[in-house]
């Protein structure tokens, strides 16, 4: 089996976002839990390519939750990390403290 391709920053900020929501996390609950953590103005459709993308890597899955009237009767679409998401932030997160080792005198402790 080949090793799984890198996850882009964004992927792995949107997958940790998922991760501090837990089961149920839905798209604008993952914007803003990003916005709030980093900062950083996130755009709507950044999200939704990107949790379509998460999911066709199989790094995340979704159902669709009950419809409300305050959606117009539309569902909301819920998010969860596969045990495959979870491995991939986890590799990602030891590949950067990897690379800042080192580093600290130039850019601080993390």
Known sequence: MPAPSPLGEFEVVVLMAVLHLGPGAFASAIRSEIEQRTGRSVSRGSIYI???RLEEKNLLTSTLGNASAN???RPKRLF???ARG???VKRSVVMFASMH???E?????L
């Open 71 to 73: 959606r117009g009767g």
């Open 50 to 52: 990107t949790l379509d």
């Open 101 to 103: 080792k080192g580093l």
């Open 80 to 82: 969860r990390i596969t």
């Open 86 to 88: 979870t491995a991939g």
């Open 105 to 109: 005198p130039l850019v601080g402790d």
